[in-house]
């Protein structure tokens, strides 16, 4: 083979690896993404059902349910429009509580999300910004009468 075929063989080859390197490092980082949806896009039903996700609102008064003997906690949470039912089974973050905004990970299943991660809010003047621009979001389309 001419030096000048070999040379031509080795770029094509430099570029065939940085494209396929591209391309897993790609493939990679979009299956580790988490989305964020707020009630009311679940409930319009513009969340995947077959992945993790994120979804935040605020825990809605009077709804948490602790299950004896086990660490299983139901609530609810809200975005002022709509309602999610989450279940999760783990520690409570030492924020959570009603009326709290929050931000809970994991999949939707049957009609409830299932949790397995939650995060809460580190003091009383902070909202996490999903939760913050989804509720301001709700808000402007109640005032425009959408709901």
């Keep these: 083979m001419k ?3 070999q040379r031509l063989f080795a770029i094509g080859l430099v570029v065939a ?3 396929l390197g591209a391309t897993f490092l790609l493939k990679a980082m979009n299956e580790n993404i ?10 319009a039903g513009e969340a995947p059902l077959d992945r993790r996700f994120r979804v935040g609102g605020l825990v809605v008064e009077n709804s948490i349910v602790r299950s004896e003997g086990t660490m299983k906690v139901d609530f609810t949470i809200s975005d002022e429009a709509f309602e999610v039912p989450v279940t999760y089974t783990g ?7 009603e009326g ?3 931000i809970v990970h994991g999949r939707m ?3 409830y999300f299932v949790a397995d991660e939650i995060l809460a809010k ?3 003047n902070y909202m996490p910004p999903e939760v913050a621009d989804s509720l301001e979001h709700t808000r402007k389309q109640a005032a425009a009468g959408e709901y």
Excluded: K, M, N, W
Excluded at 91 to 97: A, K, M
């Design 3 to 5: 030096a000048r075929h």
């Design 17 to 19: 690896g940085v494209g």
């Design 34 to 43: 988490l989305y964020f949806y707020s009630p009311t896009q679940l409930e």
């Design 91 to 97: 520690i409570l973050p030492d924020l959570f509580r």
């Design 100 to 102: 709290q905004g929050i």
């Design 109 to 111: 299943q049957d009609e």
């Design 122 to 124: 580190h003091d009383e």
